[in-house]
Each structure stands twice: as structure tokens, then as C-alpha cells.
């Protein structure tokens, strides 16, 4: 998106383009497994219960023997498309 061999600075290009600048130079961080498990289950408990919001989720998580947190349930369910 960005050229870096460009002759505007890259404060500039970023201005430009409208992001921060501090966005360019982020590289997104691959999701753990055991995330990737967790938001499995969560999705597949969310078709079962569409209703339930990340309180029920967790209680329903830790009925199974999952240790989660709320916070951590509600942070996953963003990051699903």
C-alpha cells in the first residue's frame, strides 16, 4: 500500500492516505491456536444461542471445563468476522 522508496516521507504518505502513522508500521500478530479453538467453540455455542452475549458464553464455556475470562470472550468475539 505504501511505497517506501517514494520521495514523500512516510509522515506525509500516511497523512496523505488518511491513517495514523503509527499504522504503518504495524504488522498484525497470527492468532494462537488456542485462540482459535476458543472462537470455534464460542461460535459454534453463539448458533446454539444466538441471545447470549459474552457473560452467558463464558458461564457456558466453563460448564464444559473451559478457564476463561469474560473480557477474553468478549475480545475474541471482536476479532471474528
Known amino acids: 500500500m505504501i511505497d ?6 512516510l509522515s506525509r504518505k500516511a497523512e496523505v492516505l488518511g491513517i495514523s502513522r ?5 504488522k498484525p ?3 494462537a491456536d488456542a485462540d482459535l479453538k476458543l472462537m470455534h467453540r ?3 455455542q453463539h448458533m446454539e ?5 459474552s457473560r452467558m ?3 457456558l464455556l466453563v460448564q464444559e471445563g473451559v478457564v476463561v475470562g469474560r473480557l ?3 475480545t475474541l468475539m471482536k476479532r471474528m468476522p
Do not use: E, T, W
Request: aromatic share 14%.
Open 49 to 53: 444461542f444466538p441471545f447470549a452475549g
Open 57 to 59: 458464553l463464558k458461564g
Open 4 to 9: 517506501r522508496n517514494a520521495k514523500l516521507s
Open 42 to 44: 464460542i461460535d459454534q
Open 22 to 26: 503509527s499504522s504503518i508500521y504495524y
Open 72 to 74: 477474553h470472550v468478549a
Open 29 to 31: 500478530q497470527p492468532v
